[in-house]
């Protein structure tokens, strides 16, 4: 583990809005829309929160153990077998979670730009950039992030402004939808969106200051979630909530339908899509180099390197598992659905018992315990 800390606030809020804004940006409206209809704001709002909780609950875990790893100081709060256990299943989770994401977007530039391209093609061409980009520390990950932060948000900003002059309020009433039978899923579909934000465990112990990780957190949910909510606002504004149930990528549409003033572009899909292929390199770039991190520290290894293209055979295998576009977006859902009790009850549970023990890291990364406890 590196104990060089350089990393900004300003860096590690950056990260976390690269890895969070990502390939789930496109059918976002889509599943906002099924569970809420009208309200697909609302609920794309309350699935902010629930991801926000778990950010919370990580960064008052990062604060409390401030020079450890997520793995060290859960085996100092729980015992080294049942961390161990825990630490597996997340690196499976985040392992699966790159393997989904890398297909989404094979499957979406297969459709919508390079038809005669294998998927396969495609996705491997992806999950080899990300595994050659984790071959690098930890400051080269969070200046990579920082550099890509501004192509990501501007471009997007501008299409969700320059869409709602086509939106009609009547579209997006009642706010709390016709029927909230569904919201409850559909809350957790859009919460599992956020799980990237699990990234801030490696990010917390190489900060300057790592009481700042919650208002770094904080600021990178205000920007990620506020900017997925203007999204859903536009497109259930633009289409309305029954046109967006037949539309495969809401979002994609979206940008097809604006322009910029005086049509010096007609369509901003070309546009949105070359930023939209940024936001999944960032995002699956930092699933993978999680997963190959914790692998490394699951081990006491100082060099996560090795593992770099060690794990790419069996991110691939799984990706090109799903027989169809169909039954991948089922996947997505259930994955992101099941890995909520990981990325938010774990850490819940870690924290629970940290307080109940007593156990916290001092300024040298060593525990201490409560003497009452």
């Not at 859009?190 to 957190?217: E, H, N, W, Y």
């Not at 070359?274 to 997963?291: G, P």
């Not at 156990?359 to 990364?365: F, Q, V």
Request: one cysteine or more; charged letters at 10%.
């Amino acid at each position: 583990m590196e104990n060089t800390r350089q990393i900004t606030t300003i860096q590690a809020a950056a990260i976390l809005v690269s890895t969070i804004i990502g390939v789930g940006v496109l059918p976002l409206p889509l599943f906002a829309v099924r569970a809420g209809d009208a309200g697909a704001p609302l609920v794309t709002f309350l699935g902010m929160l629930v991801g926000f909780i778990g950010l919370m609950l990580i960064s008052l875990l990062g604060m409390r153990f401030p020079k450890q790893s997520f793995v060290q100081y859960s085996e100092a709060i729980i015992g080294k077998w049942l961390a161990a256990i825990g630490t597996l299943l997340l690196i499976a989770f985040f392992a699966i979670l790159t393997s989904l994401a890398a297909r989404e977007f094979g499957e979406v530039v297969v459709t919508s730009v390079l038809k005669n391209t294998p998927l396969e093609v495609t996705v491997i061409v992806m999950l080899l950039l990300a595994a050659v980009s984790t071959r690098n520390n930890l400051v080269t990950f969070s200046y990579i992030h920082l550099f890509y932060f501004p192509f990501l948000l501007g471009p997007a900003l501008l299409i969700v402004a320059l869409s709602l002059k086509n939106a009609d309020v009547i579209n997006l009433q009642p706010v709390w939808g016709n029927d909230q039978t569904h919201m409850l899923p559909g809350i957790l579909t859009i919460a599992a969106l956020f799980q990237g934000s699990f990234v801030m465990t490696i990010v917390i112990p190489g900060m300057c200051d790592p009481k700042k990780s919650m208002k770094a957190s904080f600021i990178a949910m205000l920007i990620a979630g506020g900017m997925y909510v203007a999204i859903v606002i536009a497109a259930v504004g633009v289409f309305g909530s029954e046109e967006i149930k037949n539309l495969l990528w809401p979002t994609l549409e979206l940008a097809k339908a604006t322009s910029l003033p005086a049509n010096i572009l007609e369509r901003l899909d070309a546009a949105f899509l070359a930023v939209w292929v940024t936001a999944v390199f960032t995002t699956l770039f930092s699933s993978y180099y999680l997963t190959i991190r914790f692998i490394s520290n699951l081990f006491r290894l100082k060099d996560h390197n090795m593992f770099s293209f060690f794990l790419l055979p069996f991110v691939f295998i799984m990706a090109v598992i799903p027989q169809n576009i169909l039954q991948m977006y089922e996947i997505i859902a259930d994955v992101g659905r099941i890995g909520l009790f990981i990325t938010v009850g774990y850490p819940a549970f870690l924290f629970i018992i940290s307080l109940i023990r007593g156990k916290r890291g001092d300024r040298d990364g060593t525990q201490q315990t409560n003497p009452a406890s």
